[in-house]
């Protein structure tokens, strides 16, 4: 296929295992979900990024299209843009920690930039997972 945005079912195989079946963002499950989770180009490719592996990730849909192609934003008292969580390069705990009430709290400035685009804490998104926790 000449699409250059095409994600083969293989690759799309071991991003999803590589992920545990879940969003590397908020982390739902794609098991408990309705849609089928997107294979997310982190850097997006009109951004420069690839197709792959360490440009691909997990993501409901909910947070991949809320994301879009942005890789950063400005958040408020900042002065340049903030870029977002990157799951091939860092660790989920380094930015977020998941609170029993299923609410995302930010520990770092690009946790608090993710969260804010891709609307994890959104009150649908926040009782599915106090429901799954």
């Not at 195989?13 to 849609?35: D, G, P, T, W």
């Not at 490719?45 to 792959?52: A, D, E, M, R």
């Not at 440009?55 to 002065?79: F, H, R, V, W, Y």
Request: charge should be positive.
């Amino acid at each position: 296929m000449s699409n250059h945005y095409y994600i083969s079912e293989e690759t799309r195989s071991k991003v999803a295992a590589r992920a545990q079946f879940k969003c590397e963002y908020c982390l739902i499950s794609e098991r408990y979900s309705y849609f089928k989770s997107h294979v997310d180009h982190i850097v997006s490719k009109k951004h420069g990024g690839s197709n792959t592996l360490d440009n691909l990730s997990l993501s409901c849909p909910q947070c991949n299209l809320n994301k879009g192609t942005d890789i950063a934003t400005l958040l408020e008292g900042t002065s340049h843009p903030v870029p977002f969580f990157n799951p091939r390069k860092e660790k989920w705990d380094d930015h977020f920690k998941l609170e029993a009430l299923g609410i995302i709290t930010p520990l770092s400035l690009k946790g608090k930039a993710t969260i804010k685009i891709f609307k994890i804490n959104q009150p649908d998104s926040v009782m599915e997972r106090k429901l799954l926790l």
